[in-house]
């Protein structure tokens, strides 16, 4: 029987063109004049891109001023950028810099006012991730769109081009310029830890439409967008956060499956790419990870894509990238595999002075730097740093959330969700859903409740039960979570006596998962069960016993309320599986195929 990868692997159609170049810059007068007056130091700090604590450039929190001041010896965010001059900030929820949008923007102008004051100052670029989906730093009342796989789900390349628009919109309101996003790889691993939903999907040419789409919305926007990762992390068991992943994909593997993204990334005129910290044998066989490999960053995706925008590293406090070689050493293999930006370094002082110690000492070439350092100007000139790096007045009140972008988000989400499977109750006839509050009135919502993506309401059950009540459902909400105990799944099964039907919410079912034992014994009494998948769409496998499923690939508020309303049938379900669903008890044999997806 063949393998999952040979049978992907045979059927991925042909890509574009080989693309050259990447973006486009129109005038290098003035990046070039800027960098002939920068010092040595400068230059170094320019290729960092660190986090900062506190949600105000001078007077953080006192708990972020003595974060702050254990990571970096200093109190603030001014203070970091005028000892390392940096040329970038990454902002994180958990840094306290995304509390909300007017306050981001506020953080976003004062670390402008305070690199711009020192002596040559030059503008920041703020950067996030905000992939939508399960990875997001801005939330409520920012608008937050389905993640990648639900986008797969849809098929629509103008809907990945609004996505892009209107979340690249709020982000430049908020001073935030460059956006590590869309994620380009393409999940063929069910088991895949650390991308699955937000991939969008095992197709390598669908995947490839869809970031180009993305970033063309983002361009259209004013904001860089970042394909991520390369040379691909969708083959994976391993979390490159915290382990060593090797993928073993031959080169003719690679090409069939990992590459037409990224060519279309760089068709597509995107700004920055980001690397794995993933080892290829087939690409490399040093050992080294991708994010510190000569032929991957510069043979590969240089000089045979063709590709001259930034390359920023994955941030390089995961695992993945220092198995191998000290803090010290990680950023001045990086630059001199050909890397531009150095991505959160777990100890900046460290990283900073190994950087600046291995110019003066001739090991990494000073005309590397250059190289480096002219690419990150450029792509500040391109989106207009130089000639106006602060926040609109009354940008963030005009934009962010606008009711226009919230609507449009509950649209794009109708068109993603995914019925899987609708049978009829015994004796009847036509599928179980949709469900109507004359013959079904009252309903259980009973199941797993992840931890919310940044700024959704959550929890899932909850969002869920209050969608159907809209919709004229009466709703009885028992949380169960992820792993439920005999007790816990004793009650649900009480519960559900009394009520037309159960709904439940599923994360990453396995097969011996006490969520498919609680599914299982909601099918015994009798009841029809409607399984909502809110991660991986796998789920479906095994769950042979409900009467429907249907696949959101995300629990953002935004999918579960398309949920609730494909399942009262105010709309009809229109996504099709991005990604095959192999049956659980033979992976090598898919039990619903990309493609596949009911509707009435």
């Not at 015994?426 to 199941?447: D, I």
Request: charged content about 20%; aromatic content about 4%; glycine content about 10%.
């Amino acid at each position: 029987m063949p393998s999952r990868r040979t049978v992907l692997t045979a059927t991925a159609g042909v890509t574009a063109a080989l693309a050259v170049g990447g973006p486009a810059y129109a005038d290098d007068r003035r990046p070039r004049e800027l960098l002939s007056r920068m010092t040595v130091e400068e230059k170094v700090g320019q290729v960092f891109v660190s986090r900062v604590h506190g949600h105000s450039a001078t007077a953080p929190d006192p708990a972020d001023a003595d974060a702050n001041l254990a990571d970096f010896g200093v109190r603030t965010g001014a203070e970091l950028l005028a000892r390392y001059r940096l040329g970038g900030v990454i902002y994180f929820a958990w840094a306290h810099n995304t509390r909300a949008p007017q306050q981001i923007a506020d953080l976003s102008d004062g670390l402008q006012r305070a690199s711009l004051g020192q002596p040559r100052g030059l503008p920041v670029l703020i950067s996030t991730d905000q992939e939508h989906g399960a990875v997001c730093r801005v939330g409520r009342p920012a608008t937050l769109f389905p993640g990648a796989m639900a986008i797969g789900a849809g098929g629509s390349r103008d809907d990945a081009r609004t996505l892009g628009r209107i979340a690249g919109t709020e982000l430049r309101a908020m001073g935030i310029r460059q956006n590590y996003s869309p994620v380009a790889d393409v999940n063929v691993n069910p088991a895949n830890p650390v991308i699955g939903v937000r991939s969008f999907g095992a197709g390598p040419d669908a995947a490839a439409a869809l970031v180009a789409a993305e970033i063309e919305g983002y361009r259209a926007a004013g904001v860089a967008a970042t394909a991520k990762h390369f040379p691909g992390h969708g083959d994976t068991s391993v979390d490159s956060h915290t382990g060593f992943p090797v993928i073993t994909h031959t080169r003719q593997e690679w090409e069939a499956l990992d590459a037409a993204p990224f060519r279309a990334a760089i068709a597509a005129g995107v700004d920055s790419l980001m690397t794995a910290h993933i080892v290829v044998p087939s690409l490399d066989a040093s050992g080294d990870p991708a994010t510190l490999s000569r032929p991957v960053v510069t043979g590969l995706l240089r000089e045979e894509l063709g590709y001259d925008g930034v390359v920023v590293t994955d941030a390089l406090d995961m695992a993945g990238v220092h198995t191998k070689y000290g803090d010290d050493r990680v950023p001045v293999l990086a630059l001199k595999a050909g890397v531009d930006q150095l991505l959160n370094p777990p100890r900046l002082d460290v990283a900073w002075n190994a950087v600046l110690k291995a110019v003066r000492g001739g090991e990494l070439a000073e005309g590397r730097l250059d190289e480096a350092v002219l690419r990150i100007l450029r792509l500040k000139e391109r989106l207009g740093l130089f000639d106006d790096p602060y926040t609109a007045p009354d940008a963030v009140a005009r934009t962010v959330g606008a009711p226009e972008h919230l609507a449009a988000a509950d649209l794009l989400a109708e068109r993603t969700t995914t019925l899987l499977v609708n049978e009829s109750r015994e004796g009847g006839t036509g599928g179980l859903l949709p469900l109507s509050p004359r013959t079904h009135p009252a309903l259980l919502v009973v199941g797993a409740d992840p931890a919310s993506p940044t700024g959704t309401t959550g929890p899932p059950t909850g969002v869920l039960a209050a969608a159907l009540a809209a919709q004229g459902f009466r709703t009885t909400t028992l949380p169960t979570g992820t792993d439920p105990s005999a007790e816990t799944i004793a009650q649900a099964v009480a519960a559900a006596d009394g009520v037309a039907a159960v709904v439940v919410t599923t994360y990453n079912v396995t097969a011996g998962s006490a969520q498919k034992t609680l599914v299982e014994r909601l099918s015994a009494t009798g009841r029809p069960v409607i399984a909502v998948a809110v991660r991986n769409p796998y789920d479906v496998a095994q769950l042979p016993s409900v009467t429907a499923c249907l696949a959101t690939y995300c629990w953002t508020d935004v999918e579960l309320r398309a949920a609730a309303r494909v399942i009262a049938g105010a709309v009809s379900p229109q996504g099709k599986l991005p990604a095959p669903v192999q049956r659980a008890d033979d992976p090598t044999r898919v039990l619903y195929p990309i493609g596949h997806g009911l509707t009435y």
